[in-house]
């Protein structure tokens, strides 16, 4: 049974025929120790994304078989740690991102990691916010590159992908077989530039399969909130997504009455953004667990 | 010199030709009673959206003549206070809002304002956060119906146009002709079902010139950050010209970099919803103060 993941055990898309590269049992407590989106190759800033090798981008580790998962079970994964390096990278691409029409220049910088700060240029500290861009497990069925995110997981790049949180998933096949990378130090709702602060680092984590059938996934818990998670093409379609699929938890778990469910979600639910720059854009809604717990409801222990 | 500007005064669209109900001095505080959304059409649940007057729907109270506002002028104006009602209104109705397709029944519900908290159902608790849903100023040229957000303001329906904070706005025709309306006691960003906790309220401003020539507005600044906001007929739209206004604010005004600033909105800066269902969709870019800080830059005092 192994508890640490090597990072040399990457995978580039979450797949149903990807070969397991270790075994868990749910429950357990394990380290995945994950590259930077770039797998290491950006370590100066002399080394631009132009000279790349981009078949060595968005590595995830695993994936993990993890032991008594069958398809169609929901997964929570318990992110129970998240440590990133010493360093993170940004880069700006023309072309690429929201604002790639008017970047004209290719750029790499490095951010120093002191305590809980990061540092930009040398001088600008923002704080430290560790987040898993890449998370999921195996689709039912065809290959997902990581770089896209899906029903399944993928790059999603939602900032409530931290530490304490969890994260359901619905199982595709045997063994889950999941796994995570591109970890960010910090980044904001929207990764304007198709980055976060993109760092290498480990992730403890523990699954657990929870007696929720059907749950719409993938879907957050913090303390606080539940959220759903939904991708696709257009921003608008997105949203829209994110919001059904809240609109279902609340009435099908919650047994919230339909009218009642969607003026909560206008009175304190939050639309939000994930990341409107990947092949398929993502948005999630956030809805307060206070009011789940006036309607007697709680999320499985 | 008004200094309480009664309910009774309302305009329903933003325009050059509005007559002004009152004038006012710059940096004079004065009071806007504000009818709710329904202009008090709504009282208990039995008073259904299908039996509105609709030509009396979002009442805005105004418009007031600001003295000494010129177009081109940038108007910041200060919420100094935000009061509420003893109750608000929520209604849910079929076809309309991002839950239209599948709420099958009209209603109406009324919400207790009880001290710190909403009371929803006679049962559920959820925090007061009073807010403002439409505000604005007379447009250069053109008539503005109030439940439509734009250049000049309008039902931006933005959860940071609260008390403490600042509006920005760029003056149309002299005098400004400014008001607002549409309060709501609380609000979740997208706005589901079109509404918020709706209700009539007192709304305590300062309106100021300040120098800061071009700023792309409507621009909003609360103690933590400085957001641009920006409205267009699809999310995708508005999620562009957000970012694009943040992005020259950013380089024209903060002289921070172009692919600096980039990266700092991918780092820190923090893409969100206003709302979803108004016939124009609005979305706002959020920046942090602190690093505006470290740049060495304030908005003006």
Redesign the interface.
């Known amino acids: 049974m192994a508890t640490t993941i090597s990072r040399d055990k990457v995978f580039f898309a979450f797949s149903p025929t990807n070969q397991p590269v270790a075994h868990m049992k749910l429950g357990d407590i394990v380290t995945l120790e994950t590259h930077d989106c770039f797998e290491g190759q950006i370590q100066t800033k002399n080394d631009l994304v132009t000279n790349l090798d981009w078949n060595h981008v968005n590595p995830a580790t695993g994936p993990v078989y993890i032991e008594g998962t069958k398809p169609g079970d929901v997964l929570r994964v318990e992110l129970i740690d998240i440590e990133v390096g010493a360093q993170a990278s ?3 691409m023309p072309g690429e ?3 790639g029409g ?4 290719m ?1 790499t ?1 490095i951010l120093k990691i002191e305590g809980d700060e ?1 540092v ?2 040398d ?5 430290k916010r560790p987040m898993i861009g890449v998370i999921g497990v195996a689709p039912f069925e065809g290959s997902v590159a990581n770089g896209t995110p899906g029903m399944h997981g993928g790059n999603m790049d939602c900032t409530l992908i931290s530490q304490g949180n969890r994260v359901y998933f619905t199982v595709g096949v045997e063994g889950a077989l999941f796994g995570a990378g591109d970890l960010h130090a ?12 993109e760092t290498a680092g480990r992730v403890r984590f523990k699954p657990q399969i929870v007696d929720i059938p059907e749950l719409p996934t993938p879907f957050v818990e913090t303390p606080e909130v539940v959220a759903t998670i939904f991708s696709a093409p ?3 379609a997105a ?2 997504g994110a ?2 699929r809240m ?1 279902e938890f609340l009435t099908k778990f919650v047994k919230i009455p ?3 469910a ?12 994930c990341q ?1 720059v990947d092949p398929l854009k993502t948005v999630r ?1 956030e809805f ?1 667990k ?2 789940l717990q ?2 007697g409801f709680e999320m499985p222990a």
């Open positions: 940004m880069v700006a991102g929201a604002l008017i970047i004209k220049e750029e910088t990061l930009f240029k001088k600008i500290r923002v704080p910090a980044m904001g709702d929207g990764e304007i530039v198709v980055c976060g602060a257009e921003v608008g949203t829209q919001i059904d609109a339909l009218n009642d969607g003026m909560l979600m206008s009175l304190v639910g939050q639309l939000k953004f409107v809604f307060p206070s009011v006036q309607y």
